[in-house]
């Protein structure tokens, strides 16, 4: 199967499927959770953005051959891997009214859903906290 054939989220949920197989889940929680595909040419270079630039050194040091071995599993094209850190910040609530608004569109429950869980558990209670006082809920 080639890139062209699949889209990215596609090919960043089939590659965390199998990164996760082969680490446990603390290291696969650290380092992969947040991982996205930045940009790809089909075929020759695909670049991850880490959430940090500690997590795109670490990443870039000691896992691009497993990223790359499994990529090519999954593809059977040759990638050059390689990582940047994120430049975007990671207030839970600006991320996703960022997304919609640069986006022009709005985002699925699952969009949604799949944003909010790439949040660490900091980021989850302050977002339903914000949540609730938008709604004036009590809990």
């Known amino acids: 199967m080639s890139v062209s054939e699949i889209d990215i989220l596609d090919l960043r949920d089939k590659?965390?499927?199998?990164?996760r197989i082969k680490l446990s889940k603390p290291s696969f929680d650290t380092w992969f959770c947040d991982l996205d595909i930045k940009s790809i040419e089909v075929g020759k270079n695909i670049v991850f953005e880490a959430s940090s630039n500690f997590s795109r050194e670490w990443l870039e040091t000691r896992y691009t051959p497993l990223v790359t071995s499994l990529l090519k599993q999954i593809t059977t094209c040759e990638y050059t891997v390689s990582f940047v850190a994120s430049d975007k910040?990671?207030?839970?609530?600006?991320?996703?009214?960022?997304?919609?608004?640069?986006?022009?569109?709005?985002?699925?429950?699952?969009?949604?859903?799949?944003?909010?869980l790439k949040l660490d558990s900091r980021e989850r209670d302050k977002l339903l906290e914000i949540l609730l006082q938008e709604r004036d809920i009590r809990v």
């Open 89 to 116: 910040p990671r207030h839970p609530a600006s991320f996703i009214t960022s997304n919609i608004s640069s986006k022009h569109e709005t985002l699925t429950v699952t969009e949604i859903i799949y944003h909010i």
């Open 15 to 19: 590659l965390l499927s199998e990164v």
